[in-house]
């Protein structure tokens, strides 16, 4: 692993970030640490607010497993139609006004 310090970093990042994306090891030392560059994979995201809730992105993102995802799927599911059998949650079927939200 090629390390840095700091400084040395800041005025080279388009370099360091050149040759970690081809694959060499780089490290920057930050006091008595070294944080390590690497390149990661990123999620397109279809809306700012809305995630695409895959098997592959909540193992990446909170380290759950398929089975763990798809028991919790499983379990809202199940709650989710037992609050529509009890009435705690109705279909709306009129116009949404998002003003009266503010």
């Known amino acids: 692993m090629t390390t840095?310090?700091?400084?040395k970093a800041r005025t080279n990042l388009s370099k360091i970030c050149s040759r970690a994306k081809k694959g060499e090891e780089i490290g920057i030392i930050y006091g008595d640490r070294v944080f390590q560059i690497i390149p990661v994979e990123v999620c397109p995201v279809t809306s700012p607010r809305i995630v695409s809730m895959t098997d592959d992105y909540v193992q990446?993102?909170?380290g759950v497993t398929p089975k763990e995802f798809a028991e919790f799927r499983h379990r809202r599911t199940a709650?989710?139609?037992?609050?529509r059998r009890e009435g705690k949650i109705v279909s709306f079927k009129g116009r949404f006004n998002s003003r009266l939200l503010d």
């Open 60 to 62: 990446k993102e909170y």
């Open 79 to 83: 709650q989710y139609a037992k609050a």
């Open 4 to 7: 840095m310090t700091l400084t």
